[in-house]
């Protein structure tokens, strides 16, 4: 390894002796200060979608209670209104003729619950049992338009 005497005779290494892989200081120090930016972030975006998802769960929840009060609704003919509760969710069932077209049932099921946001409303339509009057022939084909 070549020396070259230096001040007060220490001996220093040349520059071209030094060895030339690595990095050095400075280039670690930003290279910790980007990962640390890089990573705040990360968590920071994490911590978000975890509040998002903490709120969206009651919503959802609000929603699976409302279909099934519509499906029972809609399997056992229910008209008129109705109200209940269960799971903390506050339901109200309402069935109501759709005054353009009298054949149409509208069925509405309004849900609350108790955090703010978790109200859901679903709507659905069907067609009314048509109750066939004493006098009225049967219609031959199947369909009746």
Do not use: N
């Amino acid at each position: 390894m070549g020396c070259h005497p230096g001040a007060r005779g220490a001996l220093i290494p040349r520059a071209s002796d030094r060895p030339t892989g690595g990095f050095t200081l400075l280039e670690v120090l930003l290279a910790l200060a980007l990962a640390a930016l890089v990573l705040g972030t990360l968590l920071s975006s994490a911590g978000v979608q975890t509040l998002r998802i903490a709120r969206i769960e009651p919503r959802y929840q609000a929603l699976l209670t409302a279909g099934r009060v519509l499906e029972k609704a809609a399997d056992q003919r229910f008209r008129g209104e109705e109200s209940g509760s269960g799971q903390g969710l506050e339901w109200k069932l309402q069935t109501t003729s759709v005054p353009a077209d009298p054949r149409l049932e509208q069925i509405r099921v309004e849900i609350q619950g108790m955090r703010p946001g978790t109200s859901v409303v679903l709507t659905a339509y069907r067609l009314r049992a048509r109750h066939e009057d004493p006098g009225e022939r049967p219609v031959e084909s199947g369909l009746d338009l």
